[in-house]
């Protein structure tokens, strides 16, 4: 109580300070009823708040971030200032202290990411947080009309590690200094690099890196790009097995309704620190479930690929994408992952639609081969006041682990009344052992295991979303903007209140 009213106190010193300031912010309340499957106390009750609050004040601003966790088990429990943050910023400069956002290039030395409305849980610590990988240091940045640097020096987040972890030193157990520009030669052409050394926690000498990019704005309405990260201490563009380098190119190009893009990616020993780089995947991301499920994660060891995506859009709003993957990992062994994507979507009538899916795919080092997929999603409007959506998803593929050929069913039905109200009723099964089995049991049960739960969302007005689960969610990786993470079982009710204001 004490600590709300501390935090009530300083948000009215805010507003009071100036008639010219704003202050905004969200909040998101969770409860959970329930628990993972095969837990004995199936009547656990949690709840989580994340309240964000903005201020702005001219060229100054400052943000922070309150995180809430509450369950019966004291040791999980926390009340914490998780990020908070002071910023300058004017038409050249902007300086940032505290906790920040921040990415070098496309990511290969540095990335940092925010999962905007994500919750994670860990099935070891059991405790509820954002997920999110933040920089916690200074960040001073400065452009002009034809160069753009930073300099930052800060701890990034290692986020497999919850809020109330001890000692808070573990969360961040790299320093980075760097520094990076680009400049623009000419408006369509520019060329940047960067300097960046690091060093873990009990260490005393730095690892040094450094990275060369450009970006190119062709005629014909083709643009190229270009990054190549290494180690200062290799032979540049030698790509030898012993080195540590990452290499990453891009092809973009359009014509009227046609668009095609091409991407080109080759890592080698390049993981960096506790994992606070991120090189671009180049592994399609999919939104339906059966798929994104069974994502390729990168391996930043060794990989090398390409990925190729066209697209066109017809007159009459239907629409046909495809995209060709494929990636190889050398590591101890020879590792292939092939994928062949396929989606069209067909606009009936102003009031239906239909989209469909195919897809075929190898992963050899998750030890799924010949995994076919395929969905049909159809949505039928009544005058733009309510409407109706099918969606059913089948996939199928042997896993090597367990000789086994595994079955994927997902199917959900969906009603609306345009815009406020969403009820919708989601269905899944599979028969793969490593989800059949009770971890409980010395025995192997082989039985299909099914999940049912149904989610109400409601749209009070433009400030306020009630979402209210019940029954059985199916867990599993997740992926978003390039960012995997593996989501948990759950069985209960679970509420979720959101806020703007």
């Known amino acids: 109580m004490l600590r709300l009213l501390v935090i009530s106190s300083v948000i009215g010193l805010l507003y009071s300070s100036s008639a010219f300031a704003q202050l905004y912010g ?83 030395l540095l ?37 753009e640097a930073s300099v930052i020096r800060a701890r990034p987040l290692f986020n497999p590690l919850p809020p109330n972890f001890k000692p808070d030193s573990a969360r961040r157990p790299d320093l980075i200094e760097a520094i990076e520009s680009d400049f623009y030669l000419t408006e369509d052409l520019s060329i940047g690099g960067a300097f960046m050394r690091s060093r873990s926690d009990g260490r005393d000498d730095y690892r ?11 005629p014909f309405n083709l643009q190229v790009y270009g990054e190549y990260a290494f180690d200062t201490d290799i032979a540049l563009f030698q790509f030898k097995e012993e080195d540590s380098y990452a290499l990453y190119s891009g092809l973009n190009y359009f014509y009227g309704s046609f668009g095609l893009s091409a991407e080109y990616k080759n890592y080698n020993q390049f993981r960096l620190g506790s994992g606070y780089n991120d090189p671009p995947s180049l592994i399609k991301e999919h939104t339906y479930p059966v798929l994104n499920r069974s994502t390729h994660v990168l391996s930043t060891a060794n990989e ?15 629409s046909v994408t495809a995209n060709i993957t494929t990636a190889k990992n050398e590591i101890a062994r020879t590792n292939y992952y092939r994928e062949y994507f396929l989606e069209g979507y067909y ?12 897809d075929y795919a190898t992963d050899e080092r998750k030890g799924e081969e010949n995994r076919i997929s395929a969905g049909l999603i159809s949505e039928k409007s009544f ?43 989601i269905f899944e099964a599979t028969d793969d052992l490593l989800l059949t089995d009770n971890p409980n049991t010395f025995d192997i049960e082989d039985e299909t295991r099914t999940w049912l739960g149904g989610n109400v969302r409601y749209k009070i007005n433009q400030s306020h979303t009630l979402d209210v689960f019940a029954g059985k969610r199916r867990g599993g990786p997740a992926c978003t903007s390039g960012i995997c993470y593996e989501i948990l079982d759950f069985e209960g009710v679970e509420l979720r209140f959101t806020t703007r204001f």
């Not at 909040?27 to 959970?32: G, I, M, S, V």
């Not at 090398?304 to 239907?318: A, M």
């Not at 595994?406 to 406020?420: G, K, M």
């Open 304 to 318: 090398s690929g390409f990925q190729v995506e066209g697209f066109y859009n017809f007159e009459d709003g239907h």
């Open 208 to 218: 040094e890196l450094a990275s060369l990019m450009y970006n190119y704005n062709l």
């Open 383 to 425: 005058n733009y006041e309510w409407s109706f959506a099918l969606d059913v998803q089948f996939q199928t593929y042997y896993k090597t682990a367990f000789s086994q050929n595994v079955e994927n069913y997902y199917a959900s039905i969906a009603y609306s009344t345009i815009p406020d109200l969403t009820v919708s009723l």
């Open 347 to 358: 606009q009936a009538s102003d009031f239906l639609s239909f989209k469909a899916f195919v």
């Open 26 to 108: 969200t909040n998101t309340f969770e409860f959970q009823y329930g628990n993972l499957p095969y837990e004995e106390n199936t009547d656990l009750t949690t709840s989580y708040d994340q309240l964000n609050l903005f201020y702005d004040q001219g060229k100054i601003s400052a943000y922070g971030r309150f995180e809430h966790f509450l369950t019966p088990f004291n040791d999980r429990n926390y009340f914490l200032l998780t990020q908070k943050r002071l910023q300058y910023d004017d038409d050249h400069f902007k300086v940032r202290i505290g906790n920040f956002y921040k990415t070098i290039g496309r990511g290969l």
């Open 111 to 147: 990335r940092s990411y925010d999962i905007p409305g994500s919750v994670y849980e860990d099935s070891f610590y059991r405790t509820r947080y954002a997920f999110n990988r933040d920089q916690e240091g200074v960040d001073i940045s400065y452009k002009n009309d034809w160069i």
